[in-house]
């Protein structure tokens, strides 16, 4: 939820309009529906094999075949939001190394939010992060993040 609220905030920040504002909003509710198919003791673990950790990505995949309860008009958003919400704009994100502009908005901006939120959100393995930490932290890596998005999490925090 708290994901999805700030890609509407962003997404109207950024110009898109009620209509398309909304649409995001709609498919970044969903978009980790994937790990309801991730055996839940994954998720939980402290350390995880390679074969593990290639079972929690395949999350994105997953939850891309899953959307046919969306209207076909619709979906093309929703499979966006939830296949490519791990690329970075380098090409090392999953699971199709795209780069820079072949990664759809809503995908660059649930990726931003869901890190930046993580990062302000306790954990086991780390302390809870400062909103401005949790910002510098995004400004430090381009290669990953849209720095223009950040700008505009940036202005809403």
Not at 9 to 31: N, P, R, S, T
Not at 33 to 42: A, E, H, V
Not at 59 to 64: F, I, S
């Amino acid at each position: 939820k708290n994901v999805a609220e700030m890609v509407f905030k962003i997404a109207q920040q950024m110009g898109l309009g009620e209509y398309k504002a909304m649409l995001y909003f709609c498919a970044a509710m969903v978009y980790d529906i994937g790990f309801l198919k991730i055996d839940s003791t994954l998720l939980e673990a402290d350390a995880l094999t390679e074969d593990q950790k290639y079972q929690i990505r395949s999350h994105v995949k997953l939850g891309a075949e899953m959307l046919d309860f969306i209207p076909k008009k619709f979906r093309p958003i929703f499979i966006e939001a939830t296949l490519m919400h791990h690329e970075n704009l380098d090409g090392s994100g999953y699971p199709d190394g795209l780069e820079a502009e072949e990664i759809p908005a809503i995908a660059r901006m649930i990726r931003i939010v869901e890190s930046f939120i993580a990062q302000i959100s306790k954990r086991s393995y780390r302390g809870i992060f400062d909103k401005e930490t949790a910002l510098e932290e995004l400004r430090k890596h381009p290669e990953w993040y849209d720095q223009d998005i950040v700008d505009v999490l940036d202005k809403l925090i």
